[in-house]
């Protein structure tokens, strides 16, 4: 598994993946979860996206940044890919970046 920034060409992908991680919401709450509205062309533009690839994009994080601290915005792994460390990965991933930018305060969401 790589892990690596997600590019504006992978916007599609994760649009279809969180609907995939996240559609089983809809039901439980009467509505679609944020992470399925999410818009990931502007995440890609003005956030920090991290995608896991193995063959295929099977999972990413959202890490936003503003004057106080970074945050965990949304995570996600593939239904199908779900149970082989992919998220735990992530969030390796995601607190080393945090960590070598200077963050010293982070958060899951806002």
């Known amino acids: 598994m790589n892990i690596c920034r997600a590019t504006l060409s992978d916007a599609p992908y994760l649009v279809r993946l969180a609907d995939e991680a996240y559609r089983h919401y809809i039901a439980c709450i009467g509505r679609p979860p944020a992470p399925i ?3 990931f062309t502007r995440h890609i533009t003005d956030d920090t996206v991290f995608i896991a690839i193995n063959d ?3 999972g990413y994080v959202v890490l936003c940044h503003d004057l106080v601290c970074w945050r965990l915005d949304n995570i996600a792994g593939a239904p199908s ?5 992919i998220g735990a ?3 390796r991933h995601s ?3 945090m960590t070598k930018r200077g963050s010293v305060l982070s958060a899951l969401h806002k």
């Open 37 to 39: 509205l999410a818009d």
């Open 56 to 58: 295929v994009i099977c």
């Open 81 to 85: 890919n779900q149970g082989q460390g």
């Open 89 to 91: 990965a992530l969030i």
């Open 95 to 97: 607190e080393s970046f």
